[in-house]
């Protein structure tokens, strides 16, 4: 065999493995399509809990002043 006839045969092979390489090394340098998704989720969950905390005061202020009006 000699080295044409091995390129010709492992060549391909070596090729495919090569671009995989590069596209998983592309990946997780830019932080993949989950790390990007988990920290959009994060984004989202703190302005809705952002959100949240302002209801409930808003919520508990109300339930002061019902209280200070029927204990007047």
Do not use: C
């Amino acid at each position: 065999m000699n080295w044409q006839d091995l390129l010709a045969n492992w060549g391909p092979l070596l090729l495919l493995i090569a671009v995989w390489v590069f596209f998983m090394l592309l990946l997780m340098r830019k932080g993949g399509p989950q790390s990007r998704a988990l920290t959009e989720q994060k984004r989202h969950n703190d302005a809705l809990e952002k959100i949240l905390a302002s209801h409930e005061a808003r919520l508990q202020k109300l339930e002061d002043e019902k209280r200070a009006q029927k204990s007047n």
